[in-house]
């Protein structure tokens, strides 16, 4: 219970995975290690529907840039 993402602390929990069954064998005899675990979810998240998706533009304020004159020091 005192687990938390550093992002969003309200967040609470973890992810655990099995890796192996009970005698020793893989679930998933593809991935056999946490880094071939986190090398397949990498590949994964760019494909995320959230991340494919179109985004629209924020509507709000439009910034303006001023141009400033050169003033010297007297």
């Known amino acids: 219970m ?27 005899p593809a991935i056999r290690t946490k880094k071939q675990l986190m090398i397949q979810i990498a590949e994964l998240v760019p494909k995320h529907h959230g991340r494919t998706k179109k985004q629209e533009p924020v509507a709000g304020p439009s910034v303006t840039t001023t141009n400033k004159k050169n003033k010297k020091k007297k």
């Open 2 to 28: 005192d687990k938390a993402y550093p992002r969003d602390f309200f967040q609470v929990g973890r992810v655990r995975v099995q890796l192996t069954n009970d005698d020793g064998s893989p679930v998933n």
